[in-house]
């Protein structure tokens, strides 16, 4: 029997009244795109046909019952988040709401404003359509679900030329609840031309219980602008973790990228970069470990319209036990993007015979003077390294711990804010402490 | 200390020590020469524990314990030191925090009190001073883009500060610059004493001028082929392997 191209998901449709308790319900622009969501989304979900979704099968989601968008959530306490320590502005979403009491917003830095979704639609509903209101993203399967569910979020704005010393935390915490929760957080970040911010977002959980979260990160970067965004992903052991970050470029601007993917059953990460303007640049690093039967997906698609971009990418991982991972890296080079210059890269340490790691890179190239390349590894920790650290007096385990933590610091040490960086790195110690013996 | 009977061990199905015997006692410090491809390193290797070499007869005792049945680690816990001929680069892994894990597993094997962060720093400071070693490389990664020089520098110093009681230093010398090789030949007289032993592999007199030795041994063919007092250095010198009676470079 062929694998399905989508794969039958009965997602409840809003209840007539909780229709109208999403935000913005009435905006006749609004309700169209949800409408146009909603039918994208009875499709179901992408199945192991569809080329993007090869490798990746959402069927233990699909077997899920999450009850109704737009029913009220409990207040919940969603414990420490990982970010914490770095203080600074927050905003905290607690079981896919945003939650006032842990967020932080009174203490905003000059020239940035940051406004939950719901606020911005009953206040500047217009700005707000300009914003969000487009079809939905490439008619992606996974953006049509947010498209018709998004229940909040936020929209982050830079002032030009302002540079936002204090990172902004956005956390989305699933706190220990009732039953299957799903969440579709929709995320707008608009750097002004020549503007500088560092965003950290984390997704986290301390439950077991099911839970599906869908964010969708829209980012527009200005002329000459500079966002550095770094995301922990460490829900829980039940977590399902499907996001569409996609991030558009002007002239002169930069985007770096530090992602760690630590959690959740199956998570995936897809990152659409488009360069729109000259001499942009991005930097890709992305970061997993995983164990158990967890399956990690990285998916990313540069699109270099515009000549005399650079893309870099570096996505290096752990995997043990029996657990999978994907990098799938997709680069194509317009026919006028000259002098285009990517770079994409994937190293994975298997710490277990049956741990796999599934690799696609694709170049589609129609430019002629560019330098465009890939590389994959995929190996156990090297045997010369692993002697020379027990020669040393340290026991198998500190050896290959050792030189697991080197593997995936390396990653880490290019992230420019050092608390986060901090968090990043003790995050990875700790999982491997927790390896069994 | 150390007493190596009979050994045979091979690479890969390929026999490299055929019939090797070595004795060294505490307080003594032994040079192993002989030509490019004869089983140096196959020796040192094998006295470490490196996986894929293989002892297909003959013992190795090490304090009269069976070192060939002892693990990698425990054999440097116990105090067996491998200078490497090539330091393994390790990414990621910074220098420091490397030194003092290694350390701290070694004191806690010997039932000391592991070293805190402070004096840990005050105990590397003066080694590496000792080996002109400036502070930038411990804050790199473990040999990771160093140059040939201070990765033979760098394991004099993880010998300084792991005290064994038996090291093997191979090709120590080669790759060092002229300052550098009294340096090093300091650091090695440093540590010897009336309760360690050390085989100092070397192709050269040079060392060995800094370094007298109690013994000079000549391993061609898998085997200890002569054996001699610190006179047997120059004489190889004077007239390199030829004059043995060896084939030059007797790998084949
Ligand atoms: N993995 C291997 N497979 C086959 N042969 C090997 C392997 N490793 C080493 N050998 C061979 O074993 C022999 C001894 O090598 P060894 O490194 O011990 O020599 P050495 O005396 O240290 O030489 P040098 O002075 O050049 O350092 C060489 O002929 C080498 O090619
Ligand atoms: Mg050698």
Redesign the interface.
């Known amino acids: 029997m062929p694998a399905p191209r989508t794969i039958p998901f009965d997602y409840p449709a809003p209840k007539a009244g909780a229709a109208a308790a999403l935000p913005g319900a009435g905006l006749p622009w609004l309700d169209a795109l949800r409408a146009e969501g909603r039918q994208l989304s009875a499709d179901g979900l992408p199945g192991t046909r569809m080329e993007a979704w090869k490798y990746t099968s959402l069927a233990p989601l699909a077997a899920l019952a999450f009850p109704p968008p737009g029913e009220p959530v409990a207040e919940a306490e969603p414990g420490a988040g990982a970010f914490d320590t770095i203080g600074g502005p927050a905003l905290a979403f607690v079981n896919g709401r945003l939650d006032a009491r842990h967020s932080r917003l009174d203490t905003l830095p000059a020239g940035l404003r940051v406004r939950g979704l719901a606020q911005a639609l009953s206040d500047d509903p217009a700005q707000v359509e300009g914003l969000i209101g487009d079809t939905v993203p490439n008619g992606d399967p996974m953006a049509a679900f947010n498209a018709a569910f998004a229940a909040d979020g936020c929209i982050v704005e830079t002032a030009p030329g302002a540079v936002v010393d204090e990172p902004l935390r956005l956390r989305f915490a699933a706190a220990p609840g009732s039953g299957p929760l799903a969440w579709h957080p929709r995320v707008v970040v608009r750097l002004g031309a020549g503007s500088r911010l560092a965003l950290i977002e984390s997704h986290e959980g301390l439950a077991g219980e099911a839970t599906w979260s869908n964010p969708l990160v829209d980012v527009g970067i200005g002329a000459g602008a500079a966002l550095s965004h770094v995301k922990l992903q460490a829900e829980g052991a039940g977590a399902y973790h499907t996001a569409l970050t996609r991030t558009a470029l002007a002239a002169d601007a930069r985007y770096e990228s530090h992602l760690l993917a630590l959690g959740a059953r199956l998570a995936r990460h897809e990152i659409h970069i488009r360069f729109d303007g000259e001499g942009a640049r991005c930097l890709l690093h992305g970061g997993y470990m995983a164990r158990g039967s967890q399956h990690v997906d990285n998916t990313t698609v540069i699109d270099h319209r515009v000549p005399h971009c650079e893309s870099r990418e570096v996505y290096k991982g752990v995997l043990d036990d029996t657990a999978r991972g994907v990098f799938q890296g997709r680069i194509v080079v317009h026919r006028d993007a000259q002098k285009t210059d990517g770079h994409q890269l994937n190293r994975t340490l298997l710490l277990s015979p049956k741990a796999e790691i599934d690799t696609k890179p694709e170049l589609e190239i129609y430019a002629d003077d560019v330098k465009c390349s890939h590389g994959a590894t995929a190996g156990e920790p090297e045997a010369d390294q692993l002697f020379y650290l027990r020669s040393r007096g340290l026991d198998l385990r500190t050896a290959r711990a050792l030189i697991v933590e080197g593997f995936m610091n390396e990653l880490l040490e290019a992230v420019g804010h050092e608390g986060a960086r901090a968090v990043l790195l003790a995050q990875v110690a700790a999982w491997i402490g927790e390896a069994r013996p | 200390m150390l007493k190596i009977d009979n050994l045979h061990a091979s690479v890969d199905g390929k026999p490299i020590l055929n019939g090797l015997d070595l004795e060294v006692h505490a307080g003594e410090v032994h040079a192993v020469m002989g030509p490019n491809g004869s089983g140096k390193s196959t020796l040192a290797y094998v006295i470490?524990?490196?996986?894929?070499y293989e002892v297909t007869d003959g013992s190795v005792t090490y304090r009269s314990e069976d070192l060939l049945a002892m693990?990698?680690?425990d054999?440097?816990?116990s105090g067996v030191?491998?200078a490497?001929q090539y330091?393994?680069e390790?990414?990621?892994?910074g220098s420091a925090?490397?030194l003092k894990?290694?350390v701290n597993?070694?004191r806690k094997?010997r039932g000391e009190k592991e070293y805190d962060a402070m004096e840990f720093l005050r105990l590397v400071k003066e080694k590496r001073a000792a080996l002109g070693i400036d502070d930038g490389m411990m804050r790199r990664?473990?040999n990771v883009g160093f140059s040939g020089g201070e990765k033979k520098r760098n394991e004099m110093l993880?010998m300084a500060l792991?005290e064994p009681a038996l090291a093997v230093l191979d090709e120590t010398d080669s790759g060092l610059d002229i300052d550098a090789l009294k340096v090093v030949a300091d650091g090695i007289n440093a540590l010897r004493g009336p309760e360690r032993a050390m085989l100092v592999i070397t192709h050269y007199q040079r060392l060995l001028d800094h370094v007298v030795p109690d013994r000079v041994h000549v391993l061609a063919q898998g085997r200890i082929v002569r054996s001699g007092g610190s006179g047997l250095a120059h004489e190889l010198e004077r007239s390199g392997y030829a004059g043995l009676g060896l084939e030059p470079s007797a790998a084949a």
């Open positions: 470490a524990g490196r996986e894929g693990s990698v680690e054999r440097a816990k030191f491998l490497f330091p393994v390790i990414p990621g892994v925090t490397f894990t290694a597993a070694a094997h990664a473990l993880q792991l």
